[in-house]
C-alpha cells in the first residue's frame, strides 16, 4: 500500500497520484508563461482516439491584460476563491475529425474523453513542478463562447485554476473546512472483473 498526503492507496501506486490535489486557496503569485507552457506541453503527449488531438486550452495569467476577463468566465461560486489563482485556463475539445485516409470530418464520439485525459497529464505536471491544478465545471459557457469567439464545433468541456497553495484563511468560512487532500471511494466500488459496478 502507499501512503502520501494523508491519503492511502489500496494498491501499490507512484506517490504522485496522492499527492496531487485540488486546493482553493492560493497565495496570490504569479505564475511565469513558461512554467504554464509546461503544463501545456505535457497535456500535449496525453493519448487520443486516432491521434486526433481535440483538445484546446485558451489561458490568462494574474497581471495580464486578459485575467478580469477569464476569471469572468467563472460562475460567482468559483471567482470568489479562484480570484487568488495564477492563471485560469478555458478546456475545449473539437467534436468532429477527419479520420486517417478521409477526407470528410466526422463526429468524434471520444473529444470529452480525449480531453479529460490532457487535463489529467496537465495535472500531474503542475503537481510535479510545485504548482496546483484545480479543475471547474462551474463556468459561463454561453460568454466562453461568445468572448471568445468558439465555433459551434467545439465543445466547452471545464476551466482550471492553477496557483502556488495559499493559506486557507483567504477562502470563504464554508470552504475552509474542505480545504484538505479529498479521499477516493474504495476501488472494488468503481472497478470489476467480467461486471458492470453501478
Known amino acids: 500500500m502507499t501512503t502520501s498526503n494523508s491519503r492511502a492507496a489500496d494498491h501499490p501506486i507512484d506517490v504522485q497520484f ?17 512554467t504554464l507552457l509546461t503544463f501545456f506541453e505535457a497535456a500535449r503527449w496525453a493519448p487520443s482516439s486516432y491521434n486526433s488531438q481535440p483538445w484546446r486550452f485558451a489561458y490568462a495569467r494574474r497581471d495580464t491584460e486578459h485575467w478580469t476577463r477569464f476569471l469572468g468566465f467563472l460562475n460567482e461560486f468559483n471567482q470568489s476563491w479562484a480570484k487568488h489563482a495564477a492563471a485560469v485556463v478555458i478546456v475545449l475539445s473539437k467534436s468532429t475529425f477527419t479520420p486517417p485516409g478521409g477526407s470528410a470530418e466526422v463526429p468524434a464520439p471520444t473529444h470529452s474523453f480525449d480531453a479529460g485525459a490532457a487535463w489529467g497529464y496537465f495535472a500531474l505536471q503542475a503537481s510535479l513542478s510545485g504548482w496546483h491544478a484545480h479543475g471547474l465545471a462551474g463556468i459561463e459557457r454561453d460568454k466562453i463562447r461568445q468572448g471568445l469567439a468558439v465555433p459551434d464545433v467545439y465543445s466547452i468541456e471545464a476551466a482550471i485554476a492553477i496557483g502556488r497553495a495559499g493559506d486557507k484563511s483567504v477562502l470563504p468560512e464554508a470552504l ?7 479521499p477516493r471511494k474504495p476501488l472494488a466500488e468503481i472497478a470489476a472483473e467480467g461486471r458492470f459496478v453501478p
Open 18 to 34: 496522492l499527492d496531487r490535489w485540488s486546493p482553493r486557496a492560493f497565495t496570490q503569485e504569479t505564475i511565469p508563461e513558461s
Open 176 to 182: 475552509q473546512a474542505r480545504e484538505a487532500p479529498s
